[in-house]
């Protein structure tokens, strides 16, 4: 069984950064493409972002892109999502997601996080 436990979140203003942060147990951490998927309310869970198992492979909805980079450290069993330059609309839950299969169209996970709010401020 995968534990995946986020921490991170909190409260910011428009154009300001957070990390968010996602520690993982119970397999083998190399072996899991892991992402990032966020929740709004009243909306749907959409992808965020994915890296490949040794992170030599990203990828990002455009709504994210130039503005969040995730990256990993499988020394350290964890999974980190930067973002910056916030804005309102990225107001959401966040959840960590491991075994992630990307596609364009629709991307999915077998593990999830227990999730983190992020608010940003106008």
């Known amino acids: 069984q995968v534990q995946l436990v986020e921490s991170g979140g909190g409260l910011v203003q428009a154009g300001g950064s957070l990390r968010l942060s996602c520690v993982a147990s119970?397999?083998?951490?190399?072996?899991?493409?892991m992402g990032w998927f966020r929740q709004a309310p009243g909306k749907e869970r959409e992808f965020v972002a994915a890296?490949?198992?040794?992170?030599?492979?990203?990828n990002y909805a455009d709504s994210v892109k130039g503005r969040f980079a995730i990256s990993r450290d499988n020394a350290q069993n964890t999974v980190h999502l930067q973002m910056n330059s916030l804005k309102p609309e990225d107001t959401a839950v966040y959840y960590c997601?491991?075994?992630?299969?990307?596609?364009?169209?629709?991307?999915?996970?077998?593990?999830w996080g227990q999730g983190t709010q992020v608010t940003v401020s106008s």
């Open positions: 997601a491991g075994d992630v299969r990307y596609s364009s169209i629709q991307s999915v996970a077998d593990y």
């Open positions: 119970g397999r083998t951490f190399s072996k899991s493409v």
């Open positions: 890296i490949s198992r040794f992170g030599t492979t990203t």
